[in-house]
C-alpha cells in the first residue's frame, strides 16, 4: 500500500438507497415519466450513479479542496500570473443579491446600479491606462487581445490601409500575443530582445515599415523588466502609421506609477483576474477589458454603457454604433468579475494601487536580490513585479528547472512558471506579489538554497519529486496525449485510472 491514503472517487462512494436531500410530499397529482418524456429517451435502468448521503458529499468536496493549492492555502509566485491575495469583502460585494441575481434581459431602468458600476468602472481603468474609452466586454485577456487586434484592423480599413498585415511581436512576448495575431489573421513578424532584455531598436527599425499594423508589447515585459527605450519603440511604430497595443494583463507594477497611454499605446489589455483581484486559475471567469485612444472609440464593440443627462443621470447601453466591429461575447461580459475589481480599486483608491505598485516591485527585487547568490540571473536589472531565474546551474549538475519546481511543491509552495519566456534557459520566472509579508519571502528564500543544496548533494531528491504531495509526478506527455476525463468504473484489467 502507498503511504499516499487512496482518495476514493465520488463514484466509488455511497450505498443504494443513501440520499442527500429531503423533498416535501407531491402535492400534485403524480405523473409517470412516460407521459413527460417521450418513450425513446427514457432509461429502462436507472443511470449508475453513486446513492450518497449528504456527509459524504460534504466530504468529497471538502476532500478535494484540500488536494488542491491556492493562494489561501499558502505561497504561489506564479510568474506572469499574479496570484495576489483577493480580499473577501470584494466577494461579499459580489455575491449581494442586487448584483448576483440579476437577470442580462432585465429593462434598462431595473439595472442602473449595474450599469453605473460598469460606467465607473470603464472610467477608472482609462485612468489607469492613460486613455479614453474602454470596453468591459471581453472574457479574458487573450480575448482582450482578439478585440484590441480587430480595432486595429477595423482602423486599418477605414483608412483604406488594409495591406498592412503585419503584427511586429517581442520575441520574449506571452504566447497569447502571437495566437491572437495569427488568429485575427495577421501575420507575426517576430522582433528579438537585446541583450539587457528590451525590444532590439535595431532589428525593430528593419522590420517596421509599410506593411505594419501595429506592435503588441509587453512593458514590463516577460522578463519583469521595464524597457529602457518605450519611447523610441512607440515612435517609431507610429511614424510608420501602425498602432500600438499594450498587453497589460500584468499590470500590478505600473498602478498609479506611469500610463501606457502617456509610453505611447492606443490600446491596452487589463486582466481584471490578475490584477484586480478575482480569484483565477481554475477555469472560472475572467474579465480582460481594453482601454483605447480616441480614434479607435467608433470601433469599439456593442453594446457600450453611456450615460444620459437629463432629468437625473441615467445609464444605458448604447448599440446604435455603426462602425463598431459588433458583438464580441454574449450580452455585457463577465459581470461579477467587474463587480471585483470596482470594489477592488474604490477600495484601495489611486494611493492604495500606486502602494500595491510599489510593494509588489520592491517584493520581487527583494527575492531576485537574495536568490541571485543560489541561481544563475541571465539579466541582471532591476526588475518590476516580477524577474526570471535560470536554473542553468543546477542544469549542469543533472537537475531541471522542472525538478527545482516539483520539489517546491514539497515544501507547500506552488511552482513558479517554467520555461518560460523562451529565451531563457531553464527558467524560473518568479511573481511574489505584493501581498505577501516579508517573512513568507524569507521563507521561502530559505527553501530555494535548499533546493540549490539539494541539487549538489543530493540530485535524486530533485529528480523524483515531489515526495510529499497527494500525487506524485504525474507522466504529463500522457496525461496530454490520453487524458481521462470521465469515471468509467472499475473495469479489470483497465490501466487508464492510473493517472487520476
Ligand atoms: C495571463 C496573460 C495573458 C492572457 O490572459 P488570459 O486571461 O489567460 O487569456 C496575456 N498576456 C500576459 C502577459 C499574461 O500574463
Known amino acids: 500500500m502507498s503511504p499516499r491514503k487512496e482518495f476514493p472517487l465520488l463514484m466509488e462512494r455511497g450505498a443504494p438507497g443513501r440520499r442527500a436531500y429531503l423533498l416535501p410530499d407531491l402535492d400534485v397529482p403524480a405523473q ?16 449508475p450513479i453513486p446513492e450518497l448521503s449528504e456527509l459524504e458529499v460534504a466530504r468529497h468536496f471538502v476532500g478535494l479542496s484540500r488536494r488542491n493549492h491556492g493562494v489561501d492555502v499558502g505561497f504561489y509566485p506564479l510568474g506572469s500570473c499574479t496570484m495576489k491575495y483577493n480580499p473577501k469583502v470584494n466577494e461579499d460585494l459580489a455575491s449581494l443579491a442586487g448584483f448576483a441575481n440579476l437577470h442580462p434581459y432585465q429593462p434598462e431602468e431595473t439595472v442602473q446600479g449595474a450599469l453605473q458600476l460598469m460606467y465607473e468602472l470603464e472610467q477608472h481603468l482609462c485612468e489607469i491606462a492613460g486613455l479614453h474609452r474602454a470596453t468591459l466586454t471581453p472574457a479574458a485577456g487573450a480575448h482582450g487581445e482578439l478585440t484590441g487586434l480587430m480595432l486595429i484592423k477595423a482602423y486599418h480599413h477605414s483608412l483604406g490601409q488594409d495591406e498592412r498585415d503585419e503584427i511586429i511581436i517581442p520575441d520574449a512576448a506571452h504566447g ?3 495566437a491572437s495575431a495569427a488568429m485575427c489573421g495577421y501575420k507575426v513578424v517576430e522582433v528579438p530582445s537585446n541583450e539587457r ?15 505594419t499594423a501595429g506592435l503588441m508589447l509587453t512593458n514590463p515585459n516577460t522578463l519583469g523588466l521595464f524597457d529602457e527605450e518605450i519611447l523610441a519603440i512607440t515612435d517609431m511604430v507610429r511614424a510608420a502609421g501602425g498602432l500600438l497595443y499594450y498587453d497589460g494583463a500584468n499590470a500590478n507594477a505600473i498602478l498609479g506609477k506611469c500610463r501606457p497611454g502617456d509610453m505611447g ?16 486559475g481554475g477555469g472560472g471567469p475572467g474579465s480582460g477589458p481594453i482601454a483605447v485612444r480616441d480614434m479607435l472609440v467608433p470601433f469599439l464593440p456593442t453594446p457600450v454603457v453611456e450615460k444620459r443627462e437629463d432629468r437625473r443621470a441615467s445609464y444605458f447601453l448604447d448599440y446604435d454604433r455603426p462602425s463598431a466591429i459588433g458583438k464580441i461575447k454574449g450580452f455585457y461580459g463577465n459581470f461579477l468579475v467587474m463587480v471585483r475589481a470596482y470594489a477592488y480599486i474604490r477600495t484601495m483608491g489611486p494611493e492604495g494601487l500606486r502602494q500595491a505598485s510599489e510593494d509588489a516591485v520592491l517584493s520581487a527585487n527583494y527575492l531576485m536580490e537574495r536568490l541571485r547568490e ?7 536589472r532591476i526588475c518590476m513585479h516580477e524577474f526570471v531565474l ?13 525538478d527545482v519546481a516539483k520539489r517546491l511543491l514539497d515544501y507547500g509552495i506552488h511552482a513558479p512558471t517554467v520555461y518560460f519566456p523562451l529565451i531563457v534557459e531553464e527558467a524560473l520566472m518568479i511573481e511574489p506579489t505584493e501581498t505577501e509579508p516579508k517573512a513568507v519571502l524569507d521563507e521561502f528564500i530559505d527553501i530555494m538554497a535548499a533546493i540549490a543544496k ?47
Open 32 to 47: 409517470p415519466l412516460k407521459d413527460l418524456i417521450p418513450g425513446e429517451y427514457l432509461r429502462e435502468e436507472p443511470a
Open 176 to 178: 497569447t500575443n502571437p
Open 197 to 211: 532584455g528590451g525590444v532590439s531598436v535595431k532589428d525593430l527599425e528593419r522590420l517596421v515599415g509599410p506593411k
Open 265 to 280: 499605446f492606443d490600446i491596452v489589455h487589463f486582466n481584471l483576474h490578475k490584477t484586480f483581484s478575482t480569484p483565477h
Open 374 to 380: 543560489f541561481y544563475h540571473l541571465p539579466y541582471p
Open 390 to 402: 535560470s536554473a542553468s546551474r543546477q542544469k549542469a549538475l543533472g537537475v531541471a528547472a522542472q
Open 454 to 500: 539539494e541539487a549538489e548533494e543530493s540530485p535524486e531528491q530533485l529528480k523524483t519529486a515531489p515526495h510529499y504531495t497527494v500525487v506524485g509526478r504525474l507522466d504529463e506527455t500522457r496525461a496530454a496525449r490520453h487524458p481521462v476525463l470521465r469515471w468509467r468504473g472499475a473495469v479489470e484489467g483497465d490501466t487508464t485510472r492510473d493517472g487520476r
